[in-house]
């Protein structure tokens, strides 16, 4: 079964500061992705990455960015948190070349 | 451009009642994927179908089963005899083959109540 894991399910953190999120697969797949749920909006793509140092912006990349030194590993970054930045935040993989992405648990987040 | 319209944002239904979410999608391409997702409560999006523009035989998987018309761009989800347990938001998507970069676009959502 494909497992993809994020670093915490509930995460409070104060305005201002630098925020990490990260994600971890553990099927060797290339693509990995990171998407805010928001209330109305669904789902929205902040970034994307197909292979290790390789990233792409998505549709919503303003104050966020990513890193991805390893290939199972990719973190989302808030370099500095903002209460818009409030939401339910959810990582994905996929094989390269197969559109089925699989999810992890969500990592809520809070800004105050 | 590629688009998702999941029209209904909130149905509620008894138990043992069935159900369709409605999925209706835009896309300049001919080669183009759709899925259908499940999210329950715990907030995990669950996997539930891929589908690719070629094949439009419908499916069934048990209680679940997904019709897909060409005709009018639609990939609609019927959960039959509900149970409570079917309660979650369910999305829709689409993947164009063309665009190379794996992406997928979501609909909103569709908030599904099983009613005890």
């Known amino acids: 079964d494909v497992k993809v894991t994020q670093s915490s399910r509930y995460l409070v953190k104060r305005t201002g500061e630098k925020v990490f999120l990260e994600c971890v697969q553990d099927?060797?797949?290339?693509?990995m992705f990171w998407y805010r749920q928001d209330p109305g909006l669904g789902l929205r793509l902040i970034y994307f990455s197909y292979d290790v140092k390789m990233k792409e912006k998505g549709d919503i990349p303003e104050g966020y960015s990513v890193s991805r030194e390893k290939k199972e590993r990719f973190s989302l970054i808030l370099e500095s948190a903002s209460t818009n930045q409030t939401s339910m935040y959810l990582c994905?993989?996929?094989?390269?070349?197969?559109?089925?992405?699989?999810f992890g648990p969500g990592t809520r987040l809070t800004v105050l | 451009a590629q688009k998702v319209t999941q029209a209904q944002t909130e149905i509620s239904v008894v138990e043992k009642e069935d159900v369709t979410l409605d999925c209706v999608y835009e896309?300049?391409?001919?080669?183009?994927?759709l899925f259908w997702y499940k999210q329950p409560p715990s907030g995990e999006l669950v996997f539930l179908i891929r589908r690719n523009s070629f094949d439009e035989q419908n499916e069934i998987s048990g209680r679940y089963s997904w019709n897909f018309q060409k005709s009018t761009s639609s990939f609609n989800f019927t959960i039959t005899a509900s149970q409570v347990v079917d309660s979650a938001v369910y999305f829709c998507?689409?993947?164009?083959?063309?665009?190379?970069?794996?992406?997928?676009?979501f609909g909103k959502g569709t908030r599904l109540h099983i009613l005890p």
């Open positions: 099927m060797d797949h290339e693509n």
């Open positions: 994905a993989s996929s094989p390269l070349g197969t559109d089925t992405q699989y």
């Open positions: 998507a689409l993947s164009e083959v063309m665009n190379r970069d794996d992406k997928i676009i």
């Open positions: 896309t300049r391409d001919t080669t183009y994927y």
